[in-house]
């Protein structure tokens, strides 16, 4: 953290993430696109009406071709939407994930471990994919790209396991850093082309095949459902999947029995600001 600077607190990091979250709201609400929010702050709405105490970001899912829309919108309009801005391959060649995030540069954040890129307090944006459980080609070549991408895209090798396992580790991952490290803008490109392989048809299943090819895939009924639904976060109404419990039990199980105190914990390593 540079000097001076005094460190935001987990609170102030919410306020500020909060504020990226209402803009997005507005632009997609003024287009008529459609957004959800998902995970940690789909459960914050349902469970806490607001953030979870503990959490440090923000999730919202995006189905792919409102997805591309907003890219655009961001692109097009980069002047108009500051102090916020998009950091997606296609707008920054130093962006390290193949997702996309929204944020405030009135803020910075600094990653103990992640490649820095340039951000501020965010909302993750994950785009949402038709899925084919009967193509074991797509998935594989996914699988692969997403560690490829995970290696290159922090500062040193993640250490995780015992010493030996770590030290068998360390040649592969300097092979793939050598081999990737300076084309990986190209290969979160290729994934996300590759993502998309299913869209043009119709499938029963949905997921951010960009991020999580491992995890969970929900049934389409789950998110579009018979009409749209709207929790608040925060005392704002924010637009949530159809049937939102099938798809958070999906995820985590029983999501409304809290965690054991010692997770109560945020999940991103890295320290925030204002400039």
Not at 54 to 66: K, L, T
Not at 223 to 244: A, I
């Amino acid at each position: 953290m540079p000097k001076n600077k005094k460190e935001l607190t987990l609170q102030e990091i919410q306020k500020a993430s909060f504020k990226v979250l209402l803009e997005i709201k507005k632009i997609f609400d003024e287009n008529g696109w459609d957004y959800y929010l998902a995970y940690g702050t789909l459960i914050g709405a349902v469970r806490h009406k607001g953030f979870i105490p503990w959490d440090d970001d923000v999730d919202i899912w995006v189905p792919r071709a409102d997805y591309e829309k907003f890219v655009q919108y961001c692109i097009d309009n980069k002047k108009k939407l500051k102090p916020f801005e998009l950091h997606h391959y296609k707008t920054n060649k130093k962006y390290i994930y193949p997702i996309a995030r929204f944020s405030d540069s009135r803020y910075s954040i600094k990653y103990n471990i992640a490649k820095d890129y340039g951000l501020g307090t965010f909302v993750d944006v994950y785009p949402l994919d038709n899925y084919d459980e009967t193509d074991k080609k797509q998935k594989k070549i996914i699988h692969k790209y997403e560690k490829i991408i995970s290696i290159c895209g922090n500062k040193t090798m993640v250490k995780k396991g015992n010493l030996l396992r770590n030290i068998l580790k360390y040649p592969y991952y300097k092979m793939v850093v050598c081999r990737y490290a300076s084309s990986l803008n190209k290969m979160i490109a290729k994934i996300d082309t590759v993502c998309q392989k299913n869209n043009n048809r119709q499938t029963n299943r949905f997921g951010c095949l960009v991020w999580n090819c491992e995890r969970c895939y929900y049934k389409n009924e789950w998110l579009y459902g018979k009409g749209k639904k709207s929790l608040k976060f925060n005392g704002t109404l924010f637009r949530v999947p159809y049937d939102y419990d099938r798809i958070l039990r999906e995820i985590y199980g029983d999501y409304m029995v809290l965690p054991p105190v010692e997770e109560q914990v945020g999940h991103h390593d890295y320290v925030a600001y204002k400039k």
